[in-house]
């Protein structure tokens, strides 16, 4: 569309006008600036040029720092992991798991070509464990420290201060080596060590990682100032790693890195160390440094600062390149005034048009080009400008019934109509006066009233667009089509008699917009007091949240006893999904399953569950049951992954998976599909939370069940409700009528353990016997509970 008003054509002309004036200013600059004194032009030029070099000299330097600072971020997660396995596992299996750890971060850090954890105390061998992991011939190795780092010594130097824990000597987070050359990585090598603390900040090891030196080299084989420049690295004891050991002639690289080495960079740096960038946050680049240095009688300049690591970088530019910039400059200045003015004359007529085109964009940027409305940019425009109004979203009922069985040109062809004989109506109206109406994305249209109304007004005008919308139809290929239409409202006043800010009224429309079609209604106004957006907030804290313990691991489980009430031992255990805070405090799964399941991280929480919890018993003889929703049933992806661990496993027999009843299970085919494979396998199925679903026993006679766990709402009543106690034998009898175990949860005193035992139900599972705790309970520890049940079956023996 084009601007064919008045108001534009004088628009257009006077932004023309203003264009012409600065084209011949900038003309008339150009002539200005070739009369200048090309000697003060030479020294700009100069200046420039040695600003280009630093600005790339400072570039490079912080890509190198970059790399440095990824390699003390990958030492302290190495670090991190160690502190974390340190903490929850228990030392009879921690070589194992320090092993698979380092496995794990090798495979992580693709960088690294090698890596070590380390426990213990120097003065103490026998409380020493460590493990190293290297990359070798395209694999991982891991192996037993066998003073791999300890007979270097540089880690003989570290290790006391690292050990001694006192962080006010101001000693550095991370200790630095020269390149040395390591046998098992076939190659020169540069390590990185870091301290590990327990939670009270006392170390307990030290967890190092071992990088390439060629790779390193690398970075500034990269560095690109002048064809004759050449760049370096200085280790700590000025060792040389160079770009120049690429070059192809040998004797000229060589004289160079010699002139460098001998120059001692080290002792002519001044002002203080970089900060670790695990500490700050950010990279900090050290002031760039110059001297002059001749090399075979042609002078250099050598640009020259300190990296991340304490080393040095440097770059050398032979003065003549750096010089040479100027020398055309008497040549070029002519030609660039020539080029320059001939160039503006032409450029202002291609500035002109692109400018009237830009306009014209502009107008088409927020108008729809099917209703020719303003659009949702449009609006979101007005509303920033709004001091007060009320937004209505127009959403079309049944359209995609329209667009499916009609076709989607039918569908343009509504909105359209629909839009025409809206925007009449506003116009024709009084009470729907200065209202202005847009097209939305999809199936919607906004109508926007510059004015604030309260409820009363608003219900009156509702229904009046709802009754003249009904009574509208269209044609499409000899076919009537009905309109109905839901409305989304929001008004900037709200019922407190606030103001709402017109910024936030789009998103309030569209809550009420989603919650009248979940309500099934025609229309529903913005009610703060629902709490609709802070519960949209809460969800959103709490799947960031939740995301976060997914990536960092702290989605853990923890383990309630179960009490074998014929034997009085507790010999299995229920996984039970908690989240660790930010603090190291448990949450329930009350607080984040339901979000899980929202945001789709669900089945990750079940995926790291059967992954930690077939870990956790491969190296015992505990039986232990973990859950599975009706989601995760249904999930063949998850349902394969759990197959397959149990198949590179030997703990099928020992596996119980509880399927939750209470859920509705009508894909009965998929879910069956899962429980005969994994029973082949030696598994057992157990129904979680019976007698309280309607399905009970269809569940019962159609998933092939092994245990039946009686729901805690039974359980809990039993030595005081009758009924319950009555509803509890008739499923301890028939389970046992079936050859199935029974389980009684939530067994909270020894009043309910003693009804559980004269109901012959086989096992207990409740806070009397065992909490939730991150730790494996066994019968020792529940002693009095165990005597309880000897006592009891004592007792029953006798009678």
């Avoid at 070798?136 to 791999?148: A, D, K």
């Avoid at 670790?276 to 250099?300: C, F, K, W, Y």
């Avoid at 109206?429 to 906004?446: F, I, N, V």
Wanted: aromatic share 8%; glycine share 6%.
């Amino acid at each position: 569309m084009g601007l064919k008003t008045p108001t534009n054509f004088w628009t257009k002309l006077a932004i023309m006008l203003v264009l012409s004036v600065l084209v011949g200013v900038f003309f008339l600059g150009i002539l200005l600036m070739s009369s200048l004194n090309l000697t003060f032009a030479q020294n700009a030029m100069a200046d420039l040029r040695q600003q280009q070099i630093s600005d790339t000299f400072y570039a490079n330097l912080n890509r190198i720092n970059a790399h440095h600072q990824l390699m003390e971020q990958n030492t302290a997660n190495l670090a991190h992991a160690g502190e974390m396995l340190y903490r929850v596992r228990q030392q009879s299996d921690r070589k194992q798991q320090l092993e698979y750890g380092l496995q794990s971060a090798l495979t992580n850090m693709r960088e690294a070509y090698g890596a070590e954890i380390w426990y213990g105390s120097i003065d103490n061998v026998q409380e020493q464990l460590s493990a190293y992991g290297y990359r070798n011939n395209g694999g991982i190795h891991i192996q037993p420290v066998e003073n791999l780092y300890h007979i270097q010594d540089w880690y003989r130097r570290i290790l006391p201060e690292a050990m001694s824990g006192d962080r006010s000597t101001g000693m550095p987070e991370f200790y630095w080596t020269p390149a040395y050359y390591k046998e098992l990585i076939d190659n020169v090598v540069i390590s990185l060590t870091t301290a590990m603390r327990d939670p009270e900040g006392k170390v307990i090891g030290m967890a190092s990682t071992d990088w390439r030196a060629d790779e390193i080299i690398g970075l500034v084989s990269r560095v690109e100032v002048t064809p004759g420049a050449f760049a370096f690295l200085l280790d700590g004891e000025n060792r040389k790693l160079s770009s120049l050991a690429a070059s192809s002639d040998t004797p000229d690289a060589q004289q160079k890195i010699d002139a460098v080495i001998n120059s001692d960079l080290h002792s002519k740096l001044t002002g203080p160390l970089p900060q670790s960038a695990i500490i700050s946050g950010r990279l900090l680049v050290a002031p760039m440094q110059t001297m002059e240095l001749g090399i075979n009688d042609e002078a250099h300049a050598l640009f020259f600062s300190r990296t991340q690591a304490g080393m040095i970088f440097g770059v050398g530019v032979p003065q003549a390149e750096i010089d040479a910039v100027l020398l055309p400059m008497r040549e070029s200045n002519l030609k660039i005034v020539g080029l320059v003015s001939a160039l503006t004359l032409g450029l202002s007529g291609i500035i002109l048009l692109f400018v009237a085109n830009l306009l014209n964009r502009v107008h088409v940027l927020h108008t729809d080009t099917l209703t020719q409305l303003p659009n949702r940019e449009k609006l979101l425009l007005d509303l920033g400008k709004a001091s007060s109004g009320t937004l209505l979203l127009v959403n079309i009922d049944s359209f995609k019934e329209i667009n499916d069985f009609y076709g989607h040109q039918c569908g343009d062809h509504v909105i359209s109509e629909l839009a025409s004989a809206l925007q009449n109506f506003l116009s024709g109206h009084p009470s729907w006066s200065a209202s202005r109406l847009y097209r939305m994305p999809a199936d919607e249209l906004a109508i926007w009233v510059p004015e604030s109304r309260d409820t009363a007004t608003l219900n009156q005008l509702t229904t009046e667009l709802q009754e003249f919308v009904g009574g509208l139809s269209f044609t499409w290929l000899d076919h009537r089509i009905p309109m109905n239409v839901t409305l989304g409202v929001a008004t900037s006043l709200q019922p407190d008699g606030t103001q709402q800010a017109d910024g936030r009224l789009l998103t309030s429309a569209n809550i009420a917009l989603k919650s009248a079609r979940q309500n099934k209604t025609s229309c529903q106004i913005y009610d703060p007091d629902q709490k609709t957006r802070e519960s949209y907030e809460h969800n959103l804290i709490w799947a960031n949240r939740l995301k976060k313990a997914l990536d960092e691991g702290r989605i853990v489980p923890f383990f309630q006893p179960i009490l074998d009430l014929k034997t009085g031992r507790i010999d299995k255990f229920e996984c039970l999904a908690r989240m660790i805070d930010e603090d190291g405090q448990p949450i329930s799964p009350l607080e984040f399953l339901a979000v899980a399941k929202k945001i789709r991280l669900y089945r990750y929480i079940t995926r790291t569950m059967v992954q930690q919890c077939f870990s956790r018993f491969a190296d015992n003889d505990y039986e232990f049951s973990l859950n599975l929703s009706c989601e995760d049933l249904l999930d063949p992806e998850l349902m394969t992954f759990i197959v397959n661990s149990l198949e590179q496993s030997n703990i099928a027999p020992r596996v119980i998976f509880e399927i939750l009843e209470s859920e509705g299970i009508e894909n009965y085919s998929a879910v069956r599909q899962f429980i005969d494979r994994v029973k082949e396998l030696g598994c057992r199925i157990a129904i979680d939370d019976f007698g309280t679903g309607y399905s009970n026993f269809e569940h019962l006679l159609r998933l092939n069940v092994d245990i039946i766990k009686i729901d805690g709402t039974l359980v809990k009543h039993l030595d005081t409700d009758p009924v319950a106690y009555s509803v509890a034998r008739g499923i301890q009898q028939f389970a046992a009528g079936l050859g199935m175990q029974t389980v009684a949860e939530y067994v909270h005193s020894s009043a309910i353990l003693d009804k559980v035992q004269s109901l012959n139900i086989d096992f207990a599972q409740g806070y009397h016997v065992g909490k939730p705790l991150a730790t494996l309970v066994t019968d020792n520890d529940n002693s009095l509970v165990s005597a309880q049940v000897l006592r009891f079956n004592s007792r029953a023996s006798s009678l």
